[in-house]
């Protein structure tokens, strides 16, 4: 008997837009993985342009593979700072990695052997693309796909930003000391449709602009964290409930 378009052995018939709907997600996922990465090139010419040497460069975004970490890192370096400044600056920016394991863990259901791998492609943009879906499969499909190609295109272009650093001279001339920057507001900005969101990040600007003059270089970056952090644990008065009829 001749099974119909679309049915599995046993019977099963596969929804039609199934595959169509994960194509898709790989589609998104790969173009997230190749936009994200092209900006490699400006983490390698600032890292070796902060005197990190090509393979030194190459070891930081194949091991910490946290771009903001990364960008945070030989700036502090790269403006003198010291290496304990530079290490808490990228600390502090990488714990959210670890807020967004809780969140992927509940429809990721990695085995034992897969969790090192799936916690290496815990970043921003894996985990945007992941919970962007609407179920647990193409969640998952969103995770590893975008992830695994963030983390070649990412590795690929911070080869060739760190090899092409000295031809390309100071990157500022370029605004390459501008692509971390615009990358992390491109992903705040979404996030602030909140009144508090919006409060959080204004107060955490106007302290960096007071810390700046004031200290070493990485320090405003965790003194402006703190404050946040302070505003969003602060206890929030709770609007009166309406009185529900006996």
């Known amino acids: 008997m001749t099974r119909p378009p679309g049915a599995e052995p046993g019977g099963s018939a596969r929804p039609a837009g199934r595959s169509t709907a994960h ?3 790989q589609r998104q ?3 997230v993985g190749l936009a994200t990465g092209a900006y490699g090139v400006s983490f390698g010419a600032l890292s070796v342009a902060s005197g990190l040497d090509v393979w030194q460069t190459v070891a930081l975004s194949a091991l910490m593979f946290t771009g903001g970490s990364q960008f945070a890192f030989v700036g502090v370096i790269g403006a003198g700072g010291t290496g304990v400044a530079a290490i808490a600056t990228a600390t502090l920016l990488g714990i959210r990695n670890g807020l967004y394991g809780l969140q992927v863990s509940e429809f990721l259901g990695v085995r034992r052997g897969q969790r090192a791998l799936a916690a290496q492609l815990t970043i921003d943009e894996s985990t945007a ?3 962007a879906q609407d ?5 998952r ?3 590893w796909h975008t992830g695994i190609a963030v983390y ?4 690929l272009f911070t080869l060739i930003g ?3 650093g000295n031809a390309l001279g100071d990157p500022r001339r370029w605004g390459l000391d501008g692509a971390a920057a615009a990358a992390f507001v491109a992903l705040l900005w979404p996030r602030l449709r909140s009144r508090d969101a919006g409060a959080t990040a204004a107060l955490a600007v106007i302290v ?3 810390v700046v003059p004031q200290a070493p270089a990485g320090i405003p970056v965790l003194v402006a964290a703190l404050a946040a952090l302070v505003v969003g644990l602060w206890p929030r008065r709770q609007a009166p409930r309406e009185a529900t009829p006996s």
Do not use: K
Request: aromatic share 14%.
């Open 129 to 131: 693309v992941a919970i």
């Open 29 to 31: 996922a790969w173009s």
């Open 135 to 139: 179920h647990d499969h193409p969640r």
């Open 141 to 143: 499909i969103g995770f």
């Open 162 to 164: 760190a090899v092409v």
């Open 23 to 25: 194509r898709a997600v």
């Open 208 to 210: 960096t602009v007071l």
């Open 152 to 155: 070649l295109f990412w590795n």
